[in-house]
Nanobody
Framework: QVQLVESGGGSVQAGGSLRLSCTAS????????MAWFRQGPGKEREFVAA????????YYADSVKGRFTISRASGRNTVTLQMNSLKHEDTAVYYC?????????????????WGQGTQVNVSS
């Protein structure tokens, strides 16, 4: 089991940027697919972005494609989510998730380990 802690959330105006970080402990994330999910007010938790345990592929929800970038820094046991051109509808609690030897899928049930989340508020 890997422990995950998110940071970097906050409040920003529409059009602005934020950078979220997910720091892992307990195991190296080099063997984990890492993903970001989010849950907006009154909504289901939804997939945002993922990187598989191996390879260079990156996967994004259509709603964030071209605006968000997920990056893995295995040496620092950290995954980041760079969020640019933020919109009001990006307001949500953002969660980091990990799946051992995962492929980076969109189904939240694939992920066994979760962080506590970090709040992102985008004002219009």
């Amino acid at each position: 089991q890997v422990q995950l802690v998110e940071s970097g959330g906050g409040s920003v105006q529409a059009g602005g940027s934020l950078r979220l970080s997910c720091t892992a402990s307990g195991h190296s994330i080099a063997y984990y697919a890492m993903a970001w999910f989010r849950q907006g007010p009154g909504k289901e938790r939804e997939f945002v972005a993922a990187v598989p345990w191996s390879g260079t592929n990156r996967y994004y929800a259509d709603s964030v494609k071209g605006r968000f970038t997920i990056s893995r820094a295995s040496g620092r046991n950290t995954v980041t989510l760079q969020m640019n051109s933020l919109k009001h509808e990006d307001t949500a609690v953002y969660y980091c998730a990990a799946q051992f030897y995962g492929l980076g899928g969109e189904d939240l049930n694939l992920y066994n380990d979760w962080g506590q989340g970090t709040q992102v508020n985008v004002s219009s």
